[in-house]
């Protein structure tokens, strides 16, 4: 019969990072230091539980929506950077790189995991795009923010296609980024340069 610490560390082997020696060290070290350590995570993880929320405006992760990046007025509108997933926003975050907003796609396009564009954030996208043009307050530019991976430039290519009809410039990051790389992976500053350095997209 399992107990309930074999339990918790078959979960925490579960999360990325976490093998099964991972896992045994974290638990046996909350074990010795439960008020420390035990407590304050099953309360924070209750906490998170009960409160987190998909952002209805760009999906980010967050304890409301509009998350607070939607909301934040400091933020210029008319730059939208699109990640694959929230890890590659929160590393843009981190790295303080982008001060605009974002849109989060969800994944990346990928025929061996069936995942077509009807899976993705993508007609969300598109319906941002055209209500800011009715507000009078069109998106200058679109930075196409996907890593180095096949998918990944399959994703962009096909998002160009989609985003041909509207008058903003459609921007990737440049030249540089490790070939299959993902964005959560990169350092800080190799994440920032990429960014100031992007070009637009088909030029060389």
């Known amino acids: 019969m399992i107990t309930d610490v074999e339990r918790l560390i078959q979960l925490l082997a579960k999360l990325p ?79 303080r790189a982008f001060r605009g907003q974002y849109h989060v796609l969800g994944g990346t396009l990928s025929a061996m995991e069936g995942r077509g564009p009807e899976q993705l954030n993508i007609d969300s996208l598109l319906r941002r795009l055209h209500e800011a043009v009715e507000r009078a307050r069109p998106v200058r530019e679109v930075i196409l923010a996907l890593g180095a991976t096949v998918e990944g430039q399959t994703t962009l290519h096909y998002l160009q296609d989609r985003l041909v009809s509207f008058d903003c410039e459609v921007s990737v990051l440049a030249q540089g980024l490790p070939v299959g790389g993902e964005l959560d992976y990169l350092d800080d500053g190799t994440l920032t340069l990429a960014l100031q350095a992007r070009r637009r997209y088909g030029q060389n």
């Not at 099964?20 to 539980?49: F, G, H, Q, T, Y």
């Not at 999906?59 to 008319?78: A, E, L, V």
Request: glycine share 4%; with cysteine.
């Open 17 to 95: 990072g976490l093998g099964p020696r991972s896992a045994r060290r974290a638990v046996l070290d909350m074990i010795k230091r439960p008020e420390a350590n035990m407590r304050p995570l099953a309360r924070a993880l209750l906490e998170v539980a009960d409160s987190i929320k998909t952002c209805a405006v760009c999906h980010n992760i967050d304890t409301h929506s509009p998350c607070g990046i939607c909301q934040d007025p400091r933020r210029p509108q008319d730059a939208l950077c699109v990640v694959a997933d929230v890890a590659d926003l929160w590393a843009l975050e981190r790295a």
